[in-house]
């Protein structure tokens, strides 16, 4: 949600997100995850993650159908699925790594981003993110030259 609410701007202002312990953080996530209004029963959080349940995977569908000639519905969903097929590829590390590098006003109240961002691990990290085929060229050599523009 973090990286939606910066791909389009009219999120942010429902869903807003602070700097935290571990990086972007939303209160609001946080109170809609554990005290569901709609749609109860429509996922479970298994080891921190949130998965659809059947009723959930239902509730999706009907929402899709009922939304299929929204054109900025289909978008919202395109947008949604790329950023699921990138992200979903990714430890929390390389993707707190990516969101440090990226938005590094939310390092301020981390207590990991200088371990991530220290050279040996920002190294190990980048190398992963180039051999899934995450990053490009381009940006494994802006992450591996991070640190010369200064860590805040």
Known sequence: MFILSRVNPKIAEFIPFIKHYKGPYSDVINDLVRNPIYYTNAYEIINGRIYLTPKGKKIFSELVEANKK??????????????????????????????????????????????????????????????????????YREILEYENRGNT
């Open 70 to 139: 929204n054109e900025r519905f289909r978008q919202l969903l395109a947008t949604l699925r790329l950023i699921r097929d990138l992200y979903d590829k990714l430890s929390d590390e390389e993707l707190l790594l990516l969101v440090y590098i990226t938005y590094p006003e939310f390092r301020e109240k981390s207590d990991i981003s200088d371990r991530l961002l220290s050279r040996e691990k920002r190294l190990e990290i980048a190398r992963k993110l180039l051999k899934k085929g995450v990053i490009t060229e381009k940006r």
